[in-house]
Structure formats: C-alpha cells, structure tokens
C-alpha cells in the first residue's frame, strides 16, 4: 500500500531539529525505519519525480528522509484526480516512508533552516534548473562549506552545459532521444511512452550513484558532487537503440533492429 509523507513541520520545529548534529534531526523527525541505510539521513529538495523517486527507493532501505517542500507543496499534490484519500496518488506513489517539512527558500530565516538540515545530512538532492539552486544560496559549493562530507546530487534535464537552458520534462527528453520514434508503428507519428520513463530511469541512476558515494565516502570521508540528467539516461535507458546509432550509424526504429 502506498503511505504518505507525515504532514508538514512548521518552522518552528524544524528550526529545533536543524542543529549541526544528526541528533537533532532524530530528536524532531525519529529514525523511518531499519534497512541497510538506517542512520543516513538525507536532505530531499527534489521534487515532481526523478529525485522523489531515487529518495523513496532510499528511504525503502531504511534512510531517513526529510522532503523539502514550499509553501504549496510538491506539484504533485495537486496531481488529481486520481486520489486516495483526499492525496493524489501520483505523489504518494513516489513519497513513500518520507518526513515532510515547508520551507521559503527565499525567506532568510527559513533558508537558515535548510543549511541546518545540509549540516546534520550525509546527502543531498536536488533537480532545479541549473543556477537556481546557487541563487538561493544552496549550491554544491555552499553546501560542502556547511558540510564538507555532503553528498551533493544534482538532476537536470539536459546537462549544466549548452542544454542547461532546457526546461528538464521528460516529454521533451522523449523526443530529443529519439525514443518516440520507437513507438507505434511504421504508418504512425511518433508516440510518448505511457509514463514519464526517464524521469523514473534517472531516479534509478541517481539512487545508484548515491549509493556508490556513500560507498566511497565511508573509505575516505569525502563527500562529493553526484550529477546527473534525463538526457544521458535516456540514452543509457535505450541500451541497443543507442548502440546503433552511435556505433552503427543507424537512428532509432519501430522494430527494435
């Protein structure tokens, strides 16, 4: 069964939990459970699907995770019909064993708020536009300032490089890897697969990278910067596809040859 995220923390509470220690965090949100990740906390500024998804897979294992979300909310919440509930169940199918909190990223005091939840985290996510995130003062660079032994996971659409620019949907990642062109038929236009499937592979990817960081920083204490975007994950999720076209010279077609 799908459960959903505890309801919102108010800033006051939060402010309490935000201390530069791990036990802060425990004494306002407690422990989501027992796994193999019991003990890692993680600071989820994700929101829609990708990063949701690589933080509930996280959370699944046992980490805690402390979603971040505005004043109104993930987008998702507003995703309905359809609902249980009264939530709509596109956010509770990717928010599972997650704590909740609402904070103004822009409001001072609350922006002091989530560099306290920086400090006392092993990891953070995010998947704002490229620059956002430096705007607001919570950029890879401003984190491992606050904690030098941060995991820094970073989701856009297109790269932080000429595509930066590129609102990151997964419609438009579809189209631009060629993967439309692999659905329907010969006679058809190009189709868009029934869900958003390389926000979920991105998800997988980024879940994957974190635990490889985490690996690395319990040999050596470092964190680091784990970047990601839909586009190398769309070409990586079209495995053979890709291949072709590469290695072969041959584009994307219906029949999978």
């Given amino acids: 069964m799908k459960q959903p995220i505890t309801d919102p923390t108010s800033r006051e509470g939060a ?7 791990r036990r802060g965090v425990d004494e306002v949100f407690g422990r989501s459970g027992s796994g193999p990740l019991s003990g890692i906390v993680i600071a989820d500024f994700s929101r829609v699907l990708a990063g949701p998804y690589a933080t509930m897979l996280l959370a699944d294992m046992g980490a805690t995770v402390i979603k971040v979300e505005g004043a109104d909310g993930d987008d998702t919440r507003t995703y309905m019909p359809p609902v249980r509930d009264g939530e709509a169940t596109f956010f ?22 989530a560099r306290d939840l920086v400090r006392a985290s092993d990891v953070m996510i995010e998947n704002f536009k490229p620059g956002n995130m430096e705007r607001l003062g919570l950029d890879y660079a401003i984190a491992a300032e606050l904690n030098p032994e941060i995991i820094y996971t970073s989701i856009t659409g297109f790269g932080t490089g000429a595509g930066a620019h590129i609102p990151g949907y997964d419609l438009l990642v579809q189209a631009a890897s060629g993967m439309m062109s692999l659905t329907g038929d010969q006679d058809t236009q190009p189709f868009r697969a029934g869900v958003a499937l390389f926000d979920v592979i991105t998800g997988l990817h980024a879940a994957i990278g974190i635990l490889g960081a985490l690996h690395h920083k319990d040999q050596t204490g470092e964190g680091q910067l784990v970047e990601l975007n839909l586009l190398n994950s769309a070409l990586s999720g079209m495995v053979n596809q890709s291949a072709a076209y590469v290695t072969g010279g041959r584009g994307a077609n219906p029949d999978g040859k």
């Fill in 92 to 113: 509770l199918s990717v928010n599972r064993n997650k704590h909740s909190i609402a904070l103004d990223l822009k409001d001072p005091k609350d922006l002091e708020v």
């Fill in 15 to 21: 402010g309490r939990g935000g201390s530069r220690s």
